[in-house]
């Protein structure tokens, strides 16, 4: 059974930092890219990073170049999403998806398998 399970989510101040996890299960990520998409209330899906596990490439949405920062842990199956100098902007739903690519970095649409979110509040 194929599943993704974020956390490291929560609240913190502007200027502050967050790791989030995604840890997938049931399957090998080595095929696939993965990516962090985020959703803000009333605001359409925004795909913020993303990494091709099999050699670590990665990209990012121009919106969080220089701040976040996505790795792998190949031994434990799973990727992270560094985030620092957080903004107010930054505030939405996280979720890790993964897609069957050669891709780098996916359109929303085009992943296949998504975890249940993680809430990020980047508040004072």
């Known amino acids: 059974q194929v599943q993704l399970v974020e956390s490291g989510g929560g609240l913190v101040q502007p200027g502050g930092s967050l790791r989030l996890s995604c840890a997938a299960s049931?399957?090998?990520?080595?095929?696939?890219?993965i990516g962090w998409i985020r959703q803000a209330p009333g605001k359409e899906r925004e795909g913020v990073s993303g990494?091709?596990?099999?050699?670590?490439?990665?990209d990012y949405a121009d919106s969080v170049k220089g701040r976040f920062t996505i790795s792998r842990d190949i031994a434990k199956n799973t990727v992270f999403l560094q985030m620092n100098s957080l903004k107010p902007e930054d505030t939405a739903v996280y979720y890790c998806?993964?897609?069957?690519?050669?891709?780098?970095?996916?359109?929303?649409?085009?992943?296949?398998?998504w975890g249940q979110g993680t809430q990020v509040t980047v508040s004072s």
């Open positions: 998806a993964v897609g069957y690519s050669d891709y780098v970095r996916l359109h929303p649409p085009e992943y296949d398998y």
């Open positions: 049931g399957f090998s990520l080595d095929d696939f890219a």
């Open positions: 990494i091709r596990f099999s050699d670590g490439r990665t």
